[in-house]
Nanobody, 119 residues
Framework: QVQLVESGGGLVQPGGSLRLSCAVS???????MGWYRQAPGKQRELVAT???????NYADSVKDRFTISRDYAKNTGTLQMNSLKPEDTAVYYC??????????????WGQGTQVTVSS
């Protein structure tokens, strides 16, 4: 069973920075990792993803401010968030995609970590 443990959320002032981390339990191959967020009253949305070959993808709203990375040896993922804005306030969730059979993937989610940007 794959489990994801997130850390690093908190309260920060506008313009500040936070780093979120996601640790995958076990020595399993993870094809892609990603971060999603959900603000109150809104749907969960993609923030950033990174595949096993290092290809990254970002939501337009976070490009040039957020950076996603992976430590393949430790099976962890990180989201560095800079120049934070109040509209970045949300619960952030880590996602890991693990190949099962053929082209199928299983999705695993972290428990979520609160990020609040406020003065």
């Amino acid at each position: 069973q794959v489990q994801l443990v997130e850390s690093g959320g908190g309260l920060v002032q506008p313009g500040g920075s936070l780093r979120l981390s996601c640790a995958v339990s076990g020595s399993v191959f993870i094809y892609a990792m990603g971060w999603y967020r959900q603000a109150p009253g809104k749907q969960r949305e993609l923030v950033a993803t990174i595949t096993s070959d290092g290809t990254t993808n970002y939501a337009d709203s976070v490009k040039d401010r957020f950076t996603i990375s992976r430590d393949y040896a430790k099976n962890t993922g990180t989201l560095q968030m800079n120049s934070l804005k109040p509209e970045d306030t949300a619960v952030y969730y880590c996602l890991a995609k693990r190949p099962t059979s053929g082209a199928a993937m299983s999705d695993y989610w972290g428990q979520g970590t609160q990020v609040t940007v406020s003065s």
